[in-house]
């Protein structure tokens, strides 16, 4: 996704596709997606705009959450696609972010990035 303001948020290059297994728990699930979505709806509402990837995370830890770090900009990354935030990285681990509150519900699922981390997922 290229944006007008700073860097694009990187989407992971599919010429780098390997099977996933199941035990790396790398691919997040909805409820990780959710997480970082309402963390940053939250953050917009209250009129904050940026983050850095290490402060969010440590922010969905102290709340309970179990995301890792990849899980975290995957859902990042899922978050853009489907268009319910504009998420850009003007540089290395900082974030510009905007909530699309108009934005129709959407599912998980039409992000590509997720369908195509479902499919490399492999028993085993």
């Keep these: 996704v290229v944006t007008a303001m700073g860097r694009p948020m990187p989407q992971p290059e599919p010429q780098y596709a390997r099977p996933i297994s199941p035990k790396e728990n790398i691919v997040p699930t909805r409820d990780d997606i959710a997480c970082v979505y309402t963390l940053l709806r939250g953050d917009a509402r209250l009129g ?14 102290a709340g309970g959450g179990a995301l890792s770090y990849v899980k975290m900009r995957l859902s990042l990354c899922i978050l853009d696609q489907l268009g319910v935030c504009r998420i850009q990285e003007p540089q290395d681990g900082h974030f510009i972010f905007d909530v699309n509150f108009s934005a129709p519900k959407t599912s998980v699922e039409s992000a590509p990035l997720y369908r195509r981390l479902r499919a490399q997922v492999t028993e085993g």
């Design 48 to 61: 904050h705009h940026s983050f850095q990837d290490r402060d969010l995370l440590t922010r969905i830890k």
